[in-house]
């Protein structure tokens, strides 16, 4: 099921930035790593989703990747061994950390964030936003 959902996200991005969206798939299931890694990238970034939700960049185009597909960026997962969760938990701010995160003014210029989060419930789950429709 967990490659289902995966799928059907990274599917639903691709549809969606096919049909003039500008569109952000934001590969946030740590464990499963799946719908960053369906679509070829012409720019792999040299961060994805843990220095961004530990705050180790300050600008956010450094943990975005350019798809091959016209509309379409990602933020790929990059927490193999699963620290996130962890962090998260202890952070004041830790279930609001990406939502506010893509708050930020820089994230208006996509119409559709899709956020493909891990299935199981859990300190993480709760912290993303299943999609954002501006």
Do not use: W
């Amino acid at each position: 099921m967990e490659k289902a959902k995966s799928t059907f996200a990274a599917y639903l991005a691709g549809f969606l930035a096919d049909a003039g969206l500008n569109t952000l798939l934001v590969d946030a299931d740590y464990s499963q790593p799946t719908a960053s890694s369906i679509f070829a990238l012409e720019h792999e970034s040299p961060f994805g989703l843990y220095e961004l939700l530990m705050q180790m960049v300050s600008d956010h185009t450094q943990c975005i990747s350019q798809t091959a597909i016209k509309n379409l960026d990602v933020i790929y997962s990059n927490d193999p061994d699963e620290l996130l969760p962890t962090a998260m938990l202890h952070a004041a701010d830790g279930r609001l950390r990406l939502r506010n995160i893509l708050q930020h003014p820089f994230f208006n210029r996509y119409d559709v964030i899709i956020v493909d989060s891990k299935g199981a419930t859990g300190v993480m789950t709760g912290a993303f936003p299943p999609f954002l429709y501006r």
